[in-house]
């Protein structure tokens, strides 16, 4: 029996008001010792993935360094599985206060700026570097990164690799798009990766994270698409052993925190946030090779079968993704700003 929602949105209220006391703005000392002198206090951050996976494990470490780094005054509560809400809640609660930081998937914050969607695209990123390199670039993505401020009360601090996406079904291999007709894909709440569902020739079921592993035992959907380290640390490979190689996405996680909090540190801890941070999203980077490769044997291990497809049928069903998702000439310059800048990666 898995327990991935072991609090459920309403307890995770509950939790969020305890909370309030303890977080946003500073008024909290980070450990039970004496006030912060400049602010300080510990933050809540949500998370989807559960405590195996390279963030919790960069994010977790990435707290500890920031409580080093500002002498206690700020440290950081990681809440694995979803214990606060999927993603969508947890936008919200950042949104309001409630909660200080949240990892999102660059899809949901699509929702709120359609030019998120830029990065969400398949073939927008060539490589984990080139990838982190553009999401960590003021040049290109500071006004994007910077636009949900005043709008939302939501900063994009930057950006964690999701690695690899590729298909994986409880039926079979596929080979080609025609694979998948008739077969029920979930994919992430997005309009672009509805549409890169039905390209990638299934029906698209969008829906959260944490409900897939039981829709693909039930067969409410027939497969779904992630990279390898989600596929063995949420056991999907029990119920969809079959991993092709479609590889049609570099994707992209974001730590998105309430502005409002983050305008509060000090200029000093602010500087160590930052600092940590570029540690962190590092770290995390060099996890993901390791546990990639981990995952591959585990899941071999557990039966699953990766095998190759073919990649010019899907890269040919995908392509006009691009044209169709870049509708306006920020997008379009987004777009060509990320793809320069990957030129020789
Ligand atoms: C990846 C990603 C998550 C996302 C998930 C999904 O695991 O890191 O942020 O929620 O994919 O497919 O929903």
Redesign the pocket.
Known sequence: MRTTKTLGIAAAVGAAALMLTACSGGTAPASSGEPAAAGGGTLQLAL??TEEHP?YIALTSFGERLSEATDGRWSIDVFANETLGA?QETIQLVQDGTIDLS???GTQLENLNPDFGVLNLPTAFTTIESQLDVVHDDEIVGDLFASLEESNNISVVGGLT?GTRSVYTSFGPIETPADMAGKKLRV?ESELHIAMAEALGGAATPM??GELYTALQSGVVDA?E??AI?YVTQRHFEVAPFWSNTNHLV?I?YMIADSAMLDGMSEEDRAAFDAEWDATYQEHADLWVTQTEEAIATAEAGGATFTDVDTAAFDEAIAPLIERFIQTDEQQALWDAVRAAQADA
């Open positions: 989807n993935q963030s993603q990892i999102v998937s999701q992430q959260a994270f779904a992630n990279n989600s994707g996680d």
